[in-house]
């Protein structure tokens, strides 16, 4: 009995510390509905004391929309700091976080800062772990913005593979699997369809190059057709450089 009541008596005292003035500090997104929601002070209240990577970025959002709201210098001196701190901290994990954040329409400013961060994370990515992230934050749709700097930073990845491979070298198998997915390719193909981002997805598709071509072709159109053909000729200049290689290097 006396063990039952010091468990009620627990729950009760971690209840307590979760709520302040009405708002519900508990652990998943809360902080986050309000800021969507537009409630920046409750947004900023319901951060106080976190020092997650999300509540402080949350934070950081909801005093850039606040600073452009009303204008007060202590608000924009809270936000210099918090994105003056988050610079370095976060990291490629951190992507699908602010792509979410960033898709927020109704709050733009806190959409740009959100795109900045992401620019400095995406300025830092190179492994084919990171790639995954990369492709998760393209799909999560965070603005033209950060959407261009996530092709960009995909882009420059396969990129710098390909010119491994086409000096020679062979692929990776860790590669190989990123240049194959199908999600990737098809993702891409949709791309073409976009003015912001037919550009940079065309440029991701040709260094890719004979995988994606099955794709192009099932999608046809003349800026898939227009990809294909620059894949093509760049197959033929490898061929005469490296006779017999493929795609993925030299044979064995």
Request: proline share 3%.
């Amino acid at each position: 009995m006396t063990k039952r009541i010091l468990q009620i008596v627990v729950v009760v005292g971690i209840l307590a510390t979760l709520v302040v003035d009405g708002i519900v500090h508990a652990a998943g997104n809360d902080a986050r509905d309000l800021y969507a929601a537009q409630e920046f002070d409750k947004a900023i209240e319901a951060c106080r004391g976190r020092t997650d990577h999300e509540s402080v970025v949350v934070k950081a959002l909801a005093y850039a929309e606040r600073s452009a709201l009303y204008k007060q210098k202590e608000d924009k001196k809270e936000l210099t700091a918090l994105a003056k701190s988050l610079k370095g901290t976060l990291g490629a994990k951190d992507l699908q976080m602010l792509a979410e954040l960033g898709a927020i329409s109704a709050n733009p400013n806190g959409a740009d800062l959100a795109a900045d961060l992401m620019d400095d994370i995406l300025d830092q990515v190179s492994s084919t772990a990171d790639m995954d992230l990369v492709l998760e934050t393209i799909k999560a749709g965070p603005g033209p913005k950060a959407t261009a700097s996530a092709l960009k930073a995909l882009h420059r990845h396969l990129s710098q593979v390909r010119k491994y491979v086409d000096a020679g070298g062979t692929m990776p198998d860790s590669e190989r699997m990123l240049f194959t997915r199908a999600d990737m390719l098809e993702l891409l193909v949709t791309l073409l369809d976009g003015k912001e981002t037919k550009s940079a997805a065309q440029k991701a598709l040709v260094a890719i190059e004979e995988p994606a071509l099955a794709a192009l072709e099932a999608k046809g159109g003349a800026e898939a057709m227009d990809t294909a053909r620059k894949i093509r000729d760049d197959m033929a200049g490898r061929e005469k450089k490296h006779p017999g290689s493929a795609w993925y290097g030299k044979p064995d």
